[in-house]
């Protein structure tokens, strides 16, 4: 059974950084399609970065320049850095990959395995 665990999250100030851990098994991360999902309450699931199989990355506009997605293939492990945090980042943080595809996708509907999360909050 294919299992994402979720870990780093926690409580920092504005401005602050932040390195979130995905821990896959049953999976090969390497050459999958990989994205960090958030979500806060009473709000939409919204995509944050992803990562292609082929190493293309992309992010949502609010993160841009300030979350970093990577991979450690060794230890089959998804990692989001996020710097520069704002209050507005916070939220229920998920690791999020899919088997039918090596692309690059922000849309969470597209993903088949998913983590059971990690808290970030940012306060002012």
């Known amino acids: 059974e294919v299992q994402l665990v979720e870990s780093g999250g926690g409580s920092v100030q504005a401005g602050g950084s932040l390195r979130l851990s995905c821990a896959v098994s049953?999976?090969?991360?390497?050459?999958?399609?990989m994205a960090w999902f958030r979500q806060a309450p009473g709000k939409e699931r919204e995509g944050v970065v992803c990562?292609?199989?082929?190493?293309?990355?992309y992010s949502a506009d609010s993160v841009k320049g300030r979350f970093t997605i990577s991979r450690d293939n060794a230890k089959n492990t998804l990692y989001l850095q996020m710097n520069s945090l704002k209050p507005e980042d916070t939220a229920m943080y998920y690791c999020?990959?899919?088997?039918?595809?090596?692309?690059?996708?922000?849309?969470?509907?597209?993903?088949?395995?998913w983590g059971q999360g990690t808290q970030v909050t940012v306060s002012s």
């Open positions: 999020a990959a899919r088997s039918w595809s090596w692309s690059c996708s922000l849309g969470y509907n597209t993903y088949n395995y």
């Open positions: 049953g999976y090969t991360a390497s050459g999958a399609s």
């Open positions: 990562g292609s199989g082929a190493g293309y990355t």
